[in-house]
T-cell receptor
Framework: DSGVTQTPKHLITATGQRVTLRCSPRSGDLSVYWYQQSLDQGLQFLIQYYNGEERAKGNILERFSAQQFPDLHSELNLSSLELGDSALYFC????????????????FGAGSRLTVL | AQKITQTQPGMFVQEKEAVTLDCTYDTSDQSYGLFWYKQPSSGEMIFLIYQGSYDEQNATEGRYSLNFQKARKSANLVISASQLGDSAMYFCAMREEETSGSRLTFGEGTQLTVNP
């Protein structure tokens, strides 16, 4: 158990629907990252939050949004789902953010597997 | 432009032998970090090893070592004494710092198979 909790583990839904993926970071970690892993795109960075604030943004679609709450858990909202959104969505956490020195290792959750039919 | 390149889609190694997984990177930053993660078939991402751009010595973690050649912009992972449980996908990643945040950019991965 990495200490990063993601729910749900599996989700099957239809095109056009909206889903919410939830992530609880490791205790003490202030930074949360979301990644999408699909067969054709590999591991793609979506967005980073640090202590409730958005800090870095990747190729996140406008149909997707995220936030980090005061208790540091984060949610990734995916709307108007398309077949191509089927993927494994990872949340990762770390204790610090950008310009810190040192490793700033990201600890990943087990992922949420989304299937859009 | 591809920032992390893993040129070996698949690699095979005999149990108890050593194997090197290649990774090259591209950056103009002076300060950066390089990581290797392992993803077994169960899907989780497991951190293996880290190398900072200013670290003068190659990183080692148990059976894992990182062959860091800064001038060549390569950060190859060496796994010694391979075990059957090492069969997995291996990802090289680079930390990119931004104004107020950071991200890890991953390569496409190398699928390692350890044969008995």
């Amino acid at each position: 158990d990495s200490g990063v909790t993601q729910t749900p583990k599996h989700l099957i839904t239809a095109t056009g629907q909206r889903v919410t993926l939830r992530c609880s970071p490791r205790s003490g970690d202030l930074s949360v990252y979301w990644y999408q892993q699909s067969l054709d795109q590999g591991l793609q960075f979506l967005i980073q939050y640090y202590n409730g604030e958005e800090r870095a943004k990747g190729n996140i679609l406008e149909r997707f949004s995220a936030q980090q709450f005061p208790d540091l858990h984060s949610e990734l909202n995916l709307s108007s789902l398309e077949l191509g959104d089927s993927a494994l969505y990872f949340c990762a956490s770390s204790s610090t953010t950008a310009t810190s020195t040192g490793a700033n290792v990201l600890t990943f959750g087990a992922g949420s597997r989304l299937t859009v039919l | 432009a591809q920032k992390i390149t893993q040129t070996q889609p698949g690699m095979f190694v005999q149990e108890k032998e050593a194997v090197t997984l290649d990774c090259t990177y591209d950056t103009s930053d002076q300060s950066y970090g390089l990581f290797w993660y392992k993803q077994p078939s169960s899907g989780e991402m497991i951190f293996l090893i880290y190398q900072g751009s200013y670290d003068e010595q190659n990183a080692t973690e148990g059976r894992y070592s990182l062959n860091f050649q800064k001038a060549r912009k390569s950060a190859n992972l060496v796994i010694s004494a391979s075990q059957l449980g090492d069969s997995a996908m291996y990802f090289c990643a680079m930390r990119e710092e931004e104004t107020s945040g950071s991200r890890l950019t991953f390569g496409e991965g190398t699928q390692l198979t350890v044969n008995p």
